[in-house]
């Protein structure tokens, strides 16, 4: 059986794998390398170096996390919107968790594919908050506040941080959900400056 032949996309794709199978924390030249079937030297006509190996998973997993919440998104608006962009939020780290964790990669300004990923991923989150009215800079605290919602119930939970509750996580989740809604509602707007 011959391999793939080796591309920046198969090398990049093998790595996010390899993260989702062992963490992204360990991701290494040398783990990827040995996955292909091949010397470490191989790899960097394709990559400078470690970080940038990253920064590829890291543009691939927001890629795809953009792609999927354009998806969910499509025809949704409000309340639906919201629910919808978590849902694929949370699908994508329980059958994903090293590339989850890869998309919140500090990438440096160096990085330009992995800057676009980020961009299209901020910009369906935005798309979110349309529904709401926000003017600024209320948006981007909405955009901060929702994010960090979402991240944190997201990672506690791939992490095993709420399997010693009795609580249905699933109903937590909704309760979350609801109440970024109600916020978003209800909260007073920041007067003009």
Do not use: C
């Not at 990253?54 to 949704?76: N, Q, T």
């Not at 506690?156 to 109600?182: V, Y």
Request: proline share 4%; glycine share 6%.
């Amino acid at each position: 059986m011959t391999r793939p032949a080796l591309t920046a996309e198969h090398l990049t794709r093998t790595a996010a794998e390899l993260a989702d199978e062992e963490g992204f924390d360990s991701l290494t030249v040398s783990a990827v390398a040995r996955r292909l079937g091949v010397k470490d030297p191989s790899l960097y006509a394709y990559i400078r170096n470690a970080r940038q190996l990253k920064a590829r998973v890291a543009a691939l997993a927001l890629g795809e996390m953009a792609d999927a919440a354009a998806e969910a998104l499509a025809g949704r608006s409000g309340r639906d919107a919201l629910r919808a962009f978590a849902d694929a939020y949370r699908d994508y780290a329980r059958r994903h968790p090293g590339r989850f964790t890869a998309a919140r990669f500090d990438l440096g300004a160096a990085e330009a594919e992995a800057e676009e990923a980020a961009f299209r991923q901020s910009r369906m989150a935005r798309a979110v908050l349309r529904a709401y009215g926000l003017p600024e800079p209320d948006e981007t605290d909405a955009l901060r506040f929702m994010t960090a919602a979402l991240a944190g119930f997201v990672t506690l939970e791939t992490a095993g941080g709420f399997s010693r509750s009795s609580h249905e996580t699933d109903a937590s989740w909704t309760w979350l959900l609801d109440t970024i809604d109600f916020a978003l509602h209800n909260r007073p707007r920041t007067p003009a400056r």
